[in-house]
């Protein structure tokens, strides 16, 4: 991982694209206020301020959000009956439980997921 001091990275971005050393620190600390976190700050005894791109994080921030994004449009309600919501959702909701929690019942996914037994059956079955 490259690092450069805050110091460096804000003259250079003022001086190729007329940013404020204000603007370029309210950036990053919005980068490091994220969750997870994509920059995180390093300072190594009395030297400088330095930023790391966490590029493992933001790789698993999109792989995370292209899975959820197939996952919804598979099991996303065409057409069908609208009382029991977007079977999409549902099955993101519950697909982030199990890799997040690993291995669980019906009757915990239901509870946690907050789904009627017939919803969370019907669903973990179209998603085998």
């Known amino acids: 991982a490259r690092r450069a001091p805050a110091g460096q990275l804000q003259a250079a971005l003022k001086a190729s694209h007329g940013y404020s050393k204000e603007k370029v620190s309210d ?67 519950i697909t982030n439980l199990l890799l997040g929690r690993g291995r669980m019942e019906l009757k915990q996914i239901q509870d946690t997921a907050m789904m009627k037994t017939k919803d969370a059956r019907q669903l973990l079955y179209r998603m085998l």
């Not at 990053?28 to 493992?56: Q, T, Y």
């Not at 959000?65 to 919501?85: L, P």
């Open 27 to 93: 950036a990053l600390k919005r980068l490091l206020a994220m969750h997870p976190p994509l920059v995180r700050e390093h300072r190594e005894f009395d030297g400088p301020l330095l930023f790391k791109a966490d590029v493992s994080a933001a790789l698993r921030t999109q792989r995370m959000r292209h899975i959820g994004s197939v996952i919804k449009s598979t099991f996303s309600a065409k057409g069908g009956d609208s009382d029991s919501g977007d079977k999409g959702e549902l099955a993101f909701r």
